[in-house]
């Protein structure tokens, strides 16, 4: 019989209505895990040569206030604009091109250069919330623009232009590619079963108990079973809200809490600044009605082994399919099992 801790296997992701590939048996080559306890950050506290940090000129010539919360501006090098043109000029089948409007802003979670969202309380990131559902709310009520993707490339590893802690905000007239595929899965689920999928695949996972990592009253952490990445995680809303803004203030402290403790736990385990992107998925904002939406984020960390050792998609995973050695269970043991409080702290 199939051992999923043992043998090749395949497993299915019930959002994408994707497969990936799991290869345990790998896994069990002796851990070579070492900890290259990273030097302590020694960034300053405002970088005069930061375009995001406070009174600072940016790239594009325009100068920051002196803000002391959050600071969103609208992107200097947006990837999309407002003023497309939408018709559709090819005809042809194999030629498909559609015009594409959209507003792309920067999200500033914090005047202090030197933080990250792990080195912040709890009460230093429920304002980052806020802003969210703020500029979810603002973009989102545009008449051309039918989707926010509200996200953060965090550490040079993910591409990242600045350490200055901050997000991004990028939004479209039309679903982007994962949401579009998410929309189907769920839309489909609901119709067939009257609840949402994730609220189903939530109340299996308190069940089996296995890739949980962290739970508060209205949010849970796991290694998702289907997980691509090593430490990849998704973070679910208990209930099914639909996007931050439906988030209650209750709910709102209880993200904050949960991104605090998902984020200490990642950058204890290789005792580094742990870069990843990650991005929550909303309901969309074209004004239709989405009750199988069901809001959670999605965490998608690069390193395996320690702060330096990465996990590749390439050859296989680009060509075939995903695949990975250690297994989510595996994977969820090692964040559950970290200690709470940052390493830089204790
Ligand atoms: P990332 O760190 O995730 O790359 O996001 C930074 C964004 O900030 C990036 O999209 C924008 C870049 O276009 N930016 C400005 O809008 N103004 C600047 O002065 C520099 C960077
Ligand atoms: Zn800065």
């Known amino acids: ?95 498909r091109i559609q015009g594409e409007r959209g507003i792309c802003r920067v999200l500033c979670y914090n005047p202090r250069h030197d933080l990250t969202v792990a080195e912040m309380d709890a009460a230093d990131i429920r304002p980052i919330i ?18 926010v993707q509200i996200f953060e490339n965090r550490g040079a590893m993910m591409g990242h232009s600045s350490p200055h802690p901050h997000g991004q905000l990028w939004s479209t007239s ?54 691509i ?3 990849e995680v998704l973070l679910v809303s208990n209930r099914p809200a639909r996007s931050i803004p439906n988030l209650d203030d209750a709910e709102r402290d209880a993200l904050s809490d949960a991104l605090h403790h998902l984020t200490v736990r990642y950058d204890n385990l290789f005792r580094t600044s742990f870069p990843y992107s990650m991005g929550f998925h909303q309901q969309p904002t074209d004004g239709g009605d989405y009750p199988f939406w069901h809001l959670h984020a999605h965490f998608y960390p690069p390193l395996l082994r320690s702060a330096t050792v990465r996990k590749f998609m390439v ?4 060509l075939g399919t995903p695949q ?23």
């Open 324 to 346: 990975r050695d250690i297994t989510a269970e595996q994977a969820a043991a090692r964040l559950r099992d970290l200690p709470d409080i940052h390493y830089t702290k204790a």
């Open 315 to 318: 050859g296989y995973e680009l």
């Open 229 to 231: 990445w090593p430490f």
């Open 174 to 227: 039309r679903l982007p590619r994962e949401v579009d595929k998410e929309l189907i899965a769920q839309r489909d689920y609901f119709a067939a079963h009257g609840v949402t999928l994730l609220a189903d695949y939530l109340a299996e996972e308190q069940r089996r108990n296995e890739r949980i990592v962290y739970a508060n009253t209205y949010w849970t952490v796991l290694v998702p079973f289907w997980a």
């Open 130 to 147: 806020d802003m969210w559902a703020e500029q979810t709310l603002d973009v989102g009520s545009r008449d051309f623009i039918g989707y």
């Open 1 to 95: 019989m199939l051992n999923p801790s043992e043998h090749p296997h395949r497993r299915y992701n019930p959002l994408t209505g994707e497969w990936m590939l799991v290869s345990p048996h790998r896994a069990k080559r002796p851990w070579q895990g070492q900890v290259e306890d990273t030097p302590p950050d020694t960034r300053p506290a405002h970088d005069p040569t930061c375009y995001l940090c406070p009174g600072n000129k940016r790239a594009g010539g325009n100068a920051n206030p002196h803000y002391s919360g959050t600071f969103v501006f609208d992107n200097d090098f947006p990837a999309l604009l407002t003023d497309t043109p939408t018709d559709e000029p090819e005809t042809h089948p194999l030629f």
